[in-house]
């Protein structure tokens, strides 16, 4: 681990990614060869600025068969939290923005989002199959705080009895208890918080704008007090560096309430294994050969593998031992002992009364 003292100067404290990477859709790259004599570089530290974006579709079917989720809607592109790893970075370069430090100080914010919602769920043939929010980036990010864009997606999901999957890691989900705690009295709500380790010096390194492992565990237990069904991802487990953790994690989350959990190894496709890779070198210089190899271990010798079925969970001896290890933890702690099985009976389009004068 490196100390202040030892950290570059143009280390961007509070940010995951510490350069933008080139955007593969983009034709033009630029290089800076005189920075001395410019003072406005992009990389230079940056508020987070918002972009207010229109959308012409706000509910996406999944096509992965390995993600647990059929559907899902993202209210907001780019998150402020900077997890390294996250995987939605990719998705930022489909904007015109890198995925690296765009992706945390370039959010879009769809205002569009509810108006968009009410009108997917009054299709004619719409089954009420379970939506998840969110499946890309995290739906209570601080750009929450000012937009509560979730929140009127809640609002709406209960009016229309419409059973809403969530995931997060960010304490503001505590904001709406009360619009949660009346879904789940409907069996309308499964919600699921990422704790990927109880080590707050790695949380704050590699997840640096989001809440705290103890704070997630209040998370958990506040809305399982709530009546909310509540499960954990473990996720990702990064081998070398926080695989370990898992006993201390499930024992912890179960005695938080939690009912399920799930697991995933981290897989670095595309921009991501670039920006993790600078991550890691800069901030565990010391492990970083065991680190990557361990990761390519799971991968058969690379950092990502696309297949499904194999990429969330990896392949190989280290990818079988942590299996075996969750399963173990998982049943000592019991936990996954019942699946949560959403309502999507209650489902029903509110008539709209017309007035005649």
């Not at 990614?17 to 990389?43: L, S, T």
């Not at 750009?143 to 997606?153: D, G, N, P, S, V």
């Not at 059973?163 to 409907?186: F, H, S, V, Y």
């Not at 969750?326 to 999507?344: A, I, P, T």
């Amino acid at each position: 681990m490196i100390s202040d003292k030892d950290i570059p100067e143009n280390y961007h404290k509070g940010r995951g990614a510490q350069f933008n990477p080139h955007n593969r859709f983009a034709k033009n790259d630029y290089v800076k060869e005189h920075d001395e004599g410019i003072d406005d570089w992009e990389d230079q530290p940056q508020k987070t600025s918002f972009i207010l974006g229109k959308s012409k579709s706000i509910v996406n079917k999944v096509a992965s068969p390995d993600v647990g989720m059929a559907y899902s809607l993202n209210p907001y592109q780019g998150c402020e939290h900077g997890c390294t790893y996250c995987y939605a970075r990719n998705a930022h370069e489909y904007w015109g923005f890198s995925a690296g430090l765009d992706f945390e100080r370039k959010i879009i914010v769809k205002t569009d989002a509810p108006a968009l919602f009410r009108k997917f769920l009054e299709r004619k043939h719409w089954d009420a199959s379970t939506i998840s929010l969110s499946g890309n980036t995290d739906c209570y990010q601080p750009a929450e705080r000012k937009f509560k864009i979730t929140r009127q997606l809640l609002e709406i999901a209960l009016e229309y009895k419409q059973p809403i999957g969530m995931i997060t890691k960010n304490a503001l989900i505590l904001r709406d208890k009360d619009i949660l705690q009346e879904m789940a009295k409907l069996n309308l709500v499964m919600v699921y918080v990422s704790i990927n380790s109880l080590n707050e010096d790695l949380r704050s390194k590699m997840e640096p704008r989001t809440t705290t492992a103890k704070q997630r565990l209040k998370i958990v237990e506040d809305l399982t007090k709530a009546g909310i069904p509540m499960g954990v991802m473990v996720a990702p487990l990064v081998p070398g560096l926080s695989d370990h953790e898992i006993p201390v994690v499930l024992k912890a989350v179960a005695n938080a309430g939690a009912v399920s959990a799930g697991y995933t190894i981290v897989r670095l496709n595309g921009a991501i294994a670039g920006i993790f890779e600078d991550w890691l070198k800069k901030n565990y210089p010391d492990r970083f050969e065991k680190v990557w190899h361990l990761i390519q271990s799971c991968h058969g010798g690379n950092v990502n593998d696309s297949r499904f079925g194999d990429r969330m969970r990896g392949d190989g001896n280290i990818a079988q031992l942590i299996k075996d290890n969750f399963k173990l933890h998982c049943r000592l702690n019991h936990l996954n002992k019942k699946k949560v099985e959403l309502n999507n009976s209650l489902f029903q389009v509110p008539k709209v009364q017309l007035r005649l004068f």
